[in-house]
């Protein structure tokens, strides 16, 4: 595999050369994916952080777009429920959300998708080993910046931060890990064998 075709995205191969108008369409696309996802939700009673699917989307996202495509979604994502539009978990919205406990993960979605998407260029989404990896890399990014937030905004220790916000959703993230990675070769190889067909 040349570097060139390395460099291309699972998006590029499935639908041809970006154009800006493809791109847009993408990137709008992934926002919503992300937002539907974000409806998968279920509130926890001692923590302010709830189970959500939108980390399955976020890893999903950027490894399908790339960087910075992936990254322009999740922040358009961020973006729009911070200007009102219901697209946070259980359809919340406003800056409110944003400076909330929970807002770090939202912050860190933006950050995890470049991660993964910089991954997916190098060819990290292509077998099931490495895209786990960037999987993991993605999901060690949102809790880098979400637990500290956590903290932060309740007053409390990294430690009961991490029982709060890390350690209920380890089970939940493996799952979650694995699903996104298994689907990305899966649906290179499907690719692969279309554009050998054309």
Known sequence: MTANATNLTLRDTILGASTIARRSVTITAGAALIA????????????????????????????????????ASAGVYVLAGALGAPVYANHAHGWDVIRSPSGGYLLGFII?????????????????????????????????IG?????????????KALELGLYPFVAGDILKTYLAAGALPAAWRLAQRQNARE
Do not use: C, E
């Not at 409806?39 to 910075?68: D, E, K, N, R």
């Not at 910089?118 to 809790?143: F, P």
């Open 147 to 159: 637990i500290p937030w956590l903290a932060q905004q309740l007053g409390i220790s990294i430690s």
């Open 36 to 71: 539907l996802f974000a409806q998968i939700s279920i509130p926890l009673s001692f923590t302010p952080v709830p189970i959500t699917g939108q980390t399955f989307a976020v890893l999903l996202v950027g490894t399908a777009l790339g960087a910075t495509d992936g990254t």
């Open 112 to 144: 995890a998708a470049t991660v993964t998407g910089s991954l997916a260029q190098q060819g990290w989404d292509r077998k099931l080993s490495t895209s786990i990896g960037a999987m993991l890399s993605g999901n060690v990014v949102i809790y880098l």
